[in-house]
């Protein structure tokens, strides 16, 4: 009787969960609204959540004193984590004041909830507030890395793009708008840099001033050394094409040997989890019966003896 009685309750459970799905989903929703004729404007709506908190961290941001000696590396920094806003600096330091604010409240909260006395809750709340201090730094540096290993691994299929354009007949600057348009979606980080540089030609810069602003802007290995590539082969006036093949096959060789030395790299990391997880199990295992025999039988032999 109870097993009927769990099947029926999952029954009327998965059922209540798809009623609600399919009356209160995005899709629905979105079918009700094209039905819908429009509503007329109400000017005392209430503001998202998104909105509020965008807001908030504006104002904190502009409340905070910026530090204008560190004010082009947190610029720098913050471009090549893929924040081109100009207000980003702002927004960044409201952020780490709404963060340091917020950690410090939680360590306060926190250590009332296990009664620590005074001087622990000021060691809670300053903890916090150091956490919350660095935690938007950490966030912004962990997308400056990811950001860079993308640009590393569609750098490639980029230069073989641009071979194949220089070699059809295009210039430099069409065979780069090329680039960033056909693999937008596939490489949408190394487009983006391309693009900025192609507005940057538009604007009146020069093409040594646009590619030495696209190495300081990526932070890249391989994009300077493309970058050094096309300012010599511009300089001496050599074949373009040439020299982008020639990198090309450099970059993929460069790869190869990164992918063999973490292979390489692989058999000794491995050392640590096998002997911390793997090993003791596997004591465990073998041993155990043998240990629990002696412990059952051995030990009582010898205490009668």
Partial sequence: MLAWEAVLLGLLVSAGTAWAAVRFGPGHIRAVDRLRPAAPVVSGFLPSPALVWKDLVAWAGSMVPSEPRGLPVLKRRLVRAGF?????????YGARACSTA????AGLALGLHVYASAGRLLLAMAAGGLIGYMAPMYSVMWRIRRRQRALERGLPNVLDLMVVCVESGLGLD???IQVARELQSAHPEICEEFTVMNLELRAGKTRLEALHNLAEQTGVDDVKKLVAVLIQTDRFGTSIAQSLRGH???LRVMARQRAEEKAAKLAVKLVFPIFFCV???LFVVTIGPVITKLVRDLFPMIENM
């Fill in 248 to 250: 090309a096959d450099y």
């Fill in 102 to 105: 917020g950690f410090a409240v």
């Fill in 84 to 92: 081109r806003n100009p207000q980003a600096a702002r927004f960044f």
């Fill in 174 to 176: 069409q065979t780069v």
């Fill in 279 to 281: 090993l003791p199990s």
